[in-house]
T-cell receptor
């Protein structure tokens, strides 16, 4: 149980375009989901907390207009990288928790390359 | 500010060895600690979750301990196999559902 599906697994886009990444909880409902960014050979950095039915909470230094988060249902959160630039190229991972006493389950990640 | 440190940064061992990965955190006010495995280019796979009230958890060849008062956790891997090669991450959960990760230990088990 507690499976999180992330799509796409990789994407290449041109500078200036927008890219949407989806994160779904398959067998549980998640009122809260989390979006992380990981640079090569570094650990995960929390970008924002996605809240179902309300605005996301962004970590300090993360541009909310750049990284749009929508959590329209209890099983789906999306991260849209707007007007992408090469420096946005990174590995993005989402996570969710099935319940209060559960650990966090992570998606398989999305490798974004902006050319 | 909570900081999580993992030692060693990298480890290379021959197959069959028992090994210990270390994780330390600066603030003992945690809800739980979770160990993950990450294969190259992949997401994270949860290995063990230790609640703040627990001392250890076991799953197969893996055993994780937690000493909250001293801010330490260890992940013990018995009889290591080449398939154990991966990056191992520990993370502590703070209030507000926030996870703070260590930088990871890159493990290579040689056949």
């Amino acid at each position: 149980g507690a499976v999180v599906s992330q799509h796409p697994s990789w994407v290449i886009c041109k500078s200036g375009t927008s890219v949407k990444i989806e994160c779904r909880s398959l067998d549980f409902q998640a009122t809260t989901m989390f979006w992380y960014r990981q640079f090569p050979k570094q650990s995960l950095m929390l970008m924002a907390t996605s809240n179902e039915g309300s605005k996301a909470t962004y970590e300090q230094g993360v541009e909310k207009d750049k990284f749009l988060i929508n959590h329209a249902s209890l099983t789906l959160s999306t991260l849209t990288v707007t007007s992408a630039h090469p420096e946005d190229s990174s590995f993005y991972i989402c996570s969710a928790r099935a319940g209060v006493n559960y650990g966090y389950t992570f998606g398989s990640g999305t490798r974004l390359t902006v050319v | 500010k909570q900081e999580v440190t993992q030692i060693p940064a990298a480890l290379s061992v021959p197959e069959g060895e028992n090994l210990v990965l270390n994780c330390s955190f600066t603030d003992s006010a945690i809800y739980n600690l979770q160990w993950f495995r990450q294969d190259p280019g992949k997401g994270l796979t949860s290995l063990l979750l230790i609640q703040s009230s627990q001392r250890e958890q076991t799953s197969g060849r893996l055993n994780a301990s937690l000493d909250k008062s001293s801010g330490r956790s260890t992940l013990y891997i018995a009889a290591s196999q080449p398939g154990d090669s991966a990056t191992y991450l520990c993370a502590v959960r703070l209030s507000g559902n926030k996870l703070v990760f260590g930088a990871g230990t890159i493990l290579r088990v040689k056949s």
